[in-house]
């Protein structure tokens, strides 16, 4: 019913930046908050930034005051601003969406995630 594509990964130096981007697709009537995870090899998923439909947002401490997080709420995208990337950043960065769909039998709400985008950071 909602489908998450996300871009903008890539391999970048230590110091450098990178702009992810997270776009839903489907039948959807509210987005109510969405997020980006990471996992690195060998680590548990863990939450980056999360933004909610009101404009609140939220950051690990682990990349406070380096990322970014924003939406457009036209295009139903999602964006991470990444500076001053470390080489700990390194991971597999997915999007994830809090999600009120039109559904024959009226709304529903659920959660739904893209397949995620790499970023390597060489030090």
């Known amino acids: 019913q909602v489908q998450l594509v996300e871009s903008g990964g890539g391999l970048v130096q230590a110091g450098g930046s990178l702009r992810l981007s997270c776009a839903a697709s489907g039948s959807i009537f509210k987005i109510n908050a969405m997020a980006w995870y990471r996992q690195a090899p060998g680590k548990q998923r863990e939450l980056v930034a999360t933004t909610t439909s009101g404009g609140t947002t939220n950051y690990a401490d682990s990349v406070k005051g380096r990322f970014t997080i924003s939406r457009d709420y036209a295009k139903n995208t999602v964006y991470l601003q990444m500076n001053s990337l470390k080489p700990e950043d390194t991971a597999d960065y997915s999007c994830?969406?809090?999600?009120?769909?039109?559904?024959?039998?009226?709304?529903?709400?659920?959660?739904?995630w893209g397949p995620g985008t790499q970023v390597t950071v060489s030090s």
């Open positions: 994830n969406a809090d999600v009120t769909t039109t559904a024959t039998m009226g709304l529903r709400r659920g959660s739904y």
